[in-house]
């Protein structure tokens, strides 16, 4: 259903200035329900820019050198901020890059495919099972699997 304010014409010589102001701002239609969004220019080109990149990755068959790759991607288009590409790229426990509990990382080859949402999913059940007083560890985890999911969906 679509309504409007009704606009009513003061009295140019009893007005007040702010009746004067509310006479001469126009009525526009008010919607009470809507199922649709509307994307800006811009928006809708952030989305195509993110969609064209994520057709040629997958988050889920990836090499840490890709990865890095795809945050230098999205970093360079404005889809991801600075200390979010940092978030997806550094070397960490979750990606066999740095060795965890002192000993040495698994083989670990930069250009061998990962499944890297299986790796922080399974890094963040470990985190809140075992490590569950560094929230700070967890909040980093969730936030960096947050936003590989995200992209993910696209």
Do not use: C
């Amino acid at each position: 259903m679509i309504t409007s304010a009704a606009k009513v014409a003061p009295n140019p010589q009893t007005a007040t200035a702010t009746e004067k102001q509310k006479a001469s701002i126009q009525t526009t239609p008010v919607t009470e329900s809507s199922d649709r969004v509307v994307i800006s220019g811009a928006g809708q080109s952030r989305l195509d820019a993110a969609r064209d990149i994520m057709s040629r990755y997958d988050l889920r068959n990836i090499s840490y050198n890709n990865l890095k790759q795809l945050g230098r991607e999205l970093y360079g288009n404005g889809l991801i901020s600075g200390e979010q590409m940092l978030d997806m790229t550094a070397p960490t426990f979750e990606t066999g890059s740095l060795p965890g509990n002192g000993s040495p990382a698994p083989r670990f080859s930069p250009d061998t495919p990962r499944d890297y949402l299986a790796l922080y999913e399974g890094s963040l059940a470990f985190k809140k099972a075992n490590l569950s007083s560094d929230r700070n560890s967890i909040a980093w985890t969730e936030r960096t699997l947050s936003l590989f999911r995200h992209f993910e969906s696209m």
